[in-house]
């Protein structure tokens, strides 16, 4: 007689259908953001209305002062209300600002554009990190939050390497509107994608709802009245610096993720310039970009992997990615800008293996603060790096500044090299599987009968329905 089949109930299935469904939306989330037409031209497009390079250079350093001033800011505000609506908000703020540089194209036009992609960008950083790293932290899926990240970065890139494909034509067919208007409806797809977010959210200590919730009813989320809100800010901001302050394991893993991020975050916005005066027309300008953003791509998919590298091999492949931005830049086309997209693969991986070590590390309810914290800086670093290219751009040329800032990237190799690989795979730091306060260890310990954290639910311990904020 054979044995009936076993079928797993809807609830084991929930937490995996959940997940599919956050990746889902992620990388349609990731594509639709970075599928933006104007992305390897827009450069062109501002020095073909008369601007200097270091005009150029003010714009970049506009867009990098609105992320300085706004990055906290919004990241407080992503631990206070919901952060899927501030998804939603971000790309609508950046398809106006593509809007105005099409359509009224001056300094004052291209400044204020760069005003609202860079306001969209400061609801974006921290509020998507925190909402994904917490969502798959719900169903004890952190672990998978590398590779997810990483696989979102990857469909980001393709979709820059798509667009640049695709910008060469349209700019012969339509010129510079017809890039405007595909940048704003790609704009506009992203923000409807953001509605497609799962978000749970659970009410810090101070701000938890009284009473228990219903039973079938998930716990309120956090309130979104702002009235009377300036204490409720103040206390997420204290949080999150403390947690910064108090917990070296925060702070290095912040400090390293600014420094990674910073210099070739920079320097492709120089891409264009470059080619440009490696010799490549107009046309093929895209088409050198594309070989970059293609190693950007690989970089992506390969982070998972690069979390499992102890940290003297990822020093290394740093220290490796250094030499070849610089050779890559002094070579010329194309053969040095298939350097630059093996050097930018490496700078990716790494990207995001240092982005996810730092939200393991984060334990407190303000994780989407002390990303923006690490946004600031990368703010403030990059701001520095814009002002000195500027500078520096009327007296050598840009293969030059391109070779020179491959040195820090010796300093962040030693610097990788000297902290310890992960524990684990899948990028999980030392220390998780003996009581580290992450992911599904916490959900184990709670079955286990350990005591759960303050406001937050022992995971099973009632049936609780999916809701949405």
């Known amino acids: 007689m054979p044995f009936p089949s076993v079928r797993p109930s809807p609830r084991a299935d929930r937490p995996d259908r959940e997940v599919r469904r956050l990746e889902r939306a992620l990388l349609c989330y990731s594509g639709f953001e970075d599928f933006v037409l104007l992305y390897p031209v827009y450069a062109l497009l501002f020095a073909e209305h008369g601007l200097s390079t270091a005009e150029i250079s003010v714009l970049f350093g506009i867009w990098s002062l609105t992320g300085v001033l706004l990055e906290v800011p919004s990241g ?280 996810a070590r730092l939200q393991e590390a984060v334990t407190g309810p303000s994780r989407a603060t002390v990303t923006s914290l690490g946004g600031l800086g990368t703010s403030l670093t990059t701001l520095l790096v814009y002002t000195a290219y500027g500078a520096a751009s009327g007296h050598t040329s840009h293969a030059t500044l391109f070779a020179l800032s491959a040195v820090p990237y010796l300093v962040i190799a030693a610097a990788t090299a000297r902290r310890r690989g992960p524990g684990a795979p899948g990028g999980t730091r030392p220390g998780a599987g003996t009581g580290a306060n992450t992911g599904a260890n916490k959900d184990a310990g709670a079955r286990a009968g350990a005591v759960p954290e303050p406001g937050r639910p022992v995971p099973d311990s009632e049936p609780v329905a999916p809701s949405e904020v």
């Open 76 to 355: 407080v505000w992503a631990d206070l209300v919901s952060r899927r609506s501030l998804l939603v908000a971000g790309p609508l703020l950046s398809a106006a600002g593509f809007g105005l540089w099409v359509t009224l194209p001056s300094f004052p036009a291209f400044a204020a554009g760069f005003v609202l992609w860079g306001a969209g960008g400061a609801l974006r950083s921290g509020a998507l990190e925190a909402l994904v790293y917490e969502e798959l932290e719900r169903h004890g899926a952190g672990s998978r939050y590398p590779r997810l990240m990483g696989r979102a970065g990857a469909v980001g890139t393709a979709a820059t390497v798509t667009a640049s494909g695709l910008a060469a034509p349209v700019l012969a067919l339509a010129g510079y509107p017809g890039l405007g208007a595909a940048s704003v409806a790609a704009c506009l797809f992203c923000a409807f994608a953001a509605t497609r977010f799962p978000e749970h959210r659970q009410a810090p200590p101070d701000r938890a709802p009284t009473g228990r919730a219903p039973a079938g009813r998930a716990p309120e989320p956090p309130a979104t009245d702002l009235a009377g809100s300036a204490r409720g800010y103040l206390h997420t901001l204290r949080d999150g610096l403390a947690e910064v302050h108090r917990s070296s394991t925060v702070r290095n893993a912040l400090l390293l993720a600014v420094a990674v991020t910073t210099v070739w975050g920079a320097l492709d916005e120089y891409v264009p310039l470059l080619a440009a005066e490696a010799g490549a027309t107009t046309a093929e300008v895209p088409l050198l970009s594309l070989l970059v953003w293609a190693g950007v791509t690989a970089g992506g998919l390969l982070a998972g992997r690069a979390g499992r590298l102890s940290g003297r091999s990822l020093g290394a492949a740093v220290a490796v990615a250094s030499g070849a931005l610089a050779a890559g830049a002094l070579w010329g086309i194309p053969g040095g800008f298939v350097l630059l997209g093996l050097a930018f693969a490496v700078f990716q991986a790494a990207d995001v293996v240092t982005d």
